[in-house]
């Protein structure tokens, strides 16, 4: 089945820096790759979503790579700010193909110091 | 509603006790997850309706735990004989399409099993 590895786990940065966070996936299968924001006490919210026929997205301060023949995305946040603050997770699955199963990575925790 | 509820927020049980978890998706949402968290990983998946229908049910980790949406709108999730590993964030996730894009997460039951 599908596996997906995130890094870091942790992450701090200046506010105003850039931040980058990076995951692999392991079924070459995958055609759907959310990103999530979680913070404290509160469900995963969707920021960006991207399907594997695009190689970028961007929403504004962030945006999301795919690269098909090496199995990874990245999550690239610039302009951070503290509200910026949150456990960030990455996902892969095979969309509309029978099992919707999301496949998320362990979290990355990202600090925005004012 | 606004959101995706889920109650009760929080759930205190003793070990062999039975505990039952309630979803309010978002009115006319299709799809409805659940999903296991625990503490400082991303959510694991447990099982999936499309409208009444339970399409997948391979993540639930034993056969303690049943799940159900009988009128395709509230989902409740039972776990029989708590025992202490069950102890995570439950959490409910909704979306518009039969798929698993676009997911709208509720907040969650953080469950304590003593």
Do not use: M
């Not at chain 1, 006490?41 to 961007?58: A, F, Y």
């Not at chain 2, 759930?11 to 949402?29: E, M, N, T, W, Y």
């Not at chain 2, 991303?42 to 339970?54: D, I, K, R």
Request: proline share 4%; glycine share 8%.
């Amino acid at each position: 089945g599908e596996n997906v590895e995130q890094h870091p786990s942790t992450l701090s940065v200046q506010e105003g820096d850039s931040a980058v966070i990076k995951c692999t996936y392991s079924d070459s299968a995958s055609n759907y790759f959310p990103w999530y924001k979680q913070e404290l006490g509160k469900g995963p919210q969707l920021i960006i979503d991207i399907r594997s026929n695009v190689g970028e997205k961007k929403d504004q301060r962030i945006a999301v790579t795919l690269n098909k023949t090496a199995k990874h995305f990245s999550l690239h946040i610039t302009e951070t700010q503290p509200e910026d603050s949150a456990v960030y997770f990455c996902a892969a699955s095979v969309s509309g193909g029978g099992s919707e199963k999301l496949v998320f990575g362990k979290g990355t925790k990202l600090t925005v110091n004012p | 509603g606004a959101g995706v509820s889920q109650s009760p927020r929080y759930k205190v049980a003793k070990r062999g006790q039975d505990v039952a978890l309630r979803c309010d998706p978002i009115s006319g949402h299709v799809s409805l997850f659940w999903y296991q968290q625990a503490l400082g990983q991303g959510p694991e998946f447990l099982t999936y309706f499309q409208n009444e229908a339970q399409l997948d049910k391979s993540g639930l980790p034993s056969d303690r735990f049943f799940a159900e949406r009988p009128e395709g709108s509230v989902s409740t999730l039972k776990i029989q004989r708590t025992q202490q590993e069950d102890s995570a964030v439950y959490l409910c996730a909704s979306s518009s399409r039969a798929s698993n894009e676009k997911l709208f997460f509720g907040s969650g039951t953080q469950l304590s099993v003593l």
